[in-house]
């Protein structure tokens, strides 16, 4: 069985239709449905009650939980002397709160089942971005929470991936402001290629760990 959050849209969503291409089980964790072949649990991953009460349902499954792939996350905006409290919290409710929740509360059967733990960053988890100082901060966390994950998971067959990919063309600029900036940025990665990447490490012999891994976007000058 694989976990992924975010499993309706972009990376997530590139991610369950591959694994499910390959025939493997896999359960979407998201507010809107997953696409066919993908079992879906509705859950808001910004509410700690929908969190605990879907990380139950895998819990409870007979199934072992061959990874957890955490790739929800959203984007916020605002200048350093404009942050808000509500946006602050809604950015690390989902993309910091909501995986450390997720692994806390499976800890027990990734343990038992030897489970591969991906928690997709952003290379923004290593340098700052302009105007998006919530965002940058959410990914540093993630980081840092991950190195604990590594841990904590040291001695047991999990692997625990720190994967820090660069812009890729998403939605996630766009449902943050409203605007799309893709064009400006010249050509972007895909998320099926960044998917397809994903896989591939998870694909290594169980004896080899990719900690962490940067993907940068090559920018080509014409």
Do not use: W
């Given at each position: 069985m694989i976990v992924i959050t975010g499993a309706s849209d972009g990376l997530g969503k590139e991610l369950a239709a591959l694994y499910v291409t390959t025939g493997k089980r896999v359960v979407g964790l998201s507010r809107s449905a997953c696409?066919?072949?993908?079992?879906?649990?509705?859950?808001d991953l910004s509410d700690a009650q929908q969190?605990?009460?879907?990380?139950?349902?895998?819990?409870?499954?007979?199934?072992?939980?061959?990874?957890?792939?955490n790739c929800a996350g959203i984007l916020s905006r605002e200048q350093l002397d404009n942050l808000t409290a509500e946006?602050?919290?809604?950015?690390?409710?989902?993309?910091l709160k909501a995986p450390m929740l997720m692994t806390s509360s499976l800890m027990s059967k990734i343990k038992r089942d030897g489970?591969?733990?991906?928690?997709?960053?952003s290379?923004?988890?290593?340098?700052?971005?302009?105007?998006?100082?919530?965002?940058?901060?959410?990914?540093w966390g993630l980081r840092g929470f991950c190195a604990s994950v590594q841990q904590e998971l040291k001695s047991y067959p999990s692997r625990v991936i720190?994967?820090?990919?660069?812009?890729?063309?998403?939605?996630?600029f766009i449902k943050a402001t409203g605007t799309d900036n893709s064009a400006t940025k010249g050509p972007m990665m895909t998320p099926s290629d960044v998917?397809?990447?994903?896989?591939?490490?998870?694909?290594l012999p169980k004896i080899m760990e990719v900690s962490e891994i940067v993907i940068n976007r090559k920018q080509v000058r014409v």
């Open positions: 696409a066919d072949g993908v079992e879906h649990i509705a859950t969190i605990a009460a879907a990380a139950k349902r895998i819990n409870d499954d007979t199934e072992p939980l061959e990874a957890l792939i946006a602050v919290g809604r950015v690390m409710d989902t993309n489970a591969d733990v991906v928690y997709v960053s290379t923004y988890g290593l340098k700052p971005g302009p105007d998006e100082s919530a965002y940058t901060a959410s990914k720190s994967f820090c990919p660069g812009a890729f063309d998403s939605k996630i998917a397809r990447l994903i896989k591939q490490v998870l694909d």
